[in-house]
């Protein structure tokens, strides 16, 4: 079970779209359309911002948006806001019924 | 309003064990899956384990397998995770998280979290 791949940073201006990439294997992102995003604010539990690769729980803006291509999943942000910096997280469900994080990527709001 | 209320954490010796609960209220325990995630202090977010809404099947991070056990008391709508032979790699906050039965990758409720601490 290694962790999913993610950048450990990534950064844009107020306005601008970035996209957070994670990559996975076969066993897990590539097999199954059961991935999601979560957000950390520092000293707060994550939320939920994508599930099932492209799906947002009511009330997550629509600036944010997910996708899969192949073993690669990806977070979108566009119009991006001050309130966006924070810690992002993806997860996939594995072929060994569990689930697996990826390393974390801190977005900064230049 | 779903909240979630862990507790039982705290400073445990190399090889002890402890057991953590989680109290559930606004819902019924009974209708979701339920996770356990662990986070070390400044580091990234860490799956430990998961529940099925009868309690079986029951699944476990491989560092974890054999030394941890997930249970729940829908009586008491209350989640456990009982942790045995402890190492100083297991210190975190826990947090025990609700997932939407049925949708998977949904945990779209977490508690406040309990921190654990492995240490001589």
């Known amino acids: 079970q290694s962790a999913l791949t993610q950048p450990a940073s990534v950064s844009g201006s107020p306005g601008q779209s970035i996209t957070i990439s994670c990559t996975g294997t076969s066993s897990d992102v590539g097999s199954y359309k059961y991935v999601s995003w979560y957000q950390q604010h520092p000293g707060k539990a994550p939320k939920v911002i994508i599930y099932?690769?492209?799906n947002r729980p009511s009330g997550v803006p629509d600036r944010f948006s997910g996708s899969k291509s192949g073993n690669m999943a990806s977070l979108t942000i566009s119009g991006l806001q001050a309130e966006d910096e924070a810690d992002y997280y993806c997860?996939?469900?594995?072929?060994?019924?569990?689930?697996?994080f990826g390393g974390g990527t801190k977005v900064t709001v230049l | 309003e779903v909240q979630l209320v862990e507790s039982g954490g705290g400073l445990v010796q190399p090889g002890g064990s402890l057991t953590l609960s989680c109290v559930a209220s606004?819902?019924?325990?009974?209708?979701?899956?339920m996770h356990w995630v662990r986070q070390a202090p400044g580091k990234g977010l860490f799956w430990v384990a998961r529940i099925d809404i009868d309690g079986r099947p029951t699944n476990y991070a491989d560092s974890v397998k054999g030394r941890f056990t997930i249970s729940r008391d829908n009586g008491k709508n209350t989640l456990y995770l009982q942790m045995s032979s402890l190492r100083p790699e297991d210190t975190a906050v826990y947090y025990c998280?609700?997932?939407?039965?049925?949708?998977?990758?949904?945990?779209?409720?977490w508690g406040p979290g309990t921190l654990v601490t492995v240490s001589s």
């Open positions: 606004g819902f019924s325990l009974r209708s979701n899956w």
């Open positions: 099932e690769v492209n």
């Open positions: 997860i996939s469900f594995t072929s060994s019924n569990t689930w697996v």
């Open positions: 998280v609700r997932s939407v039965y049925g949708v998977y990758g949904n945990f779209d409720s």
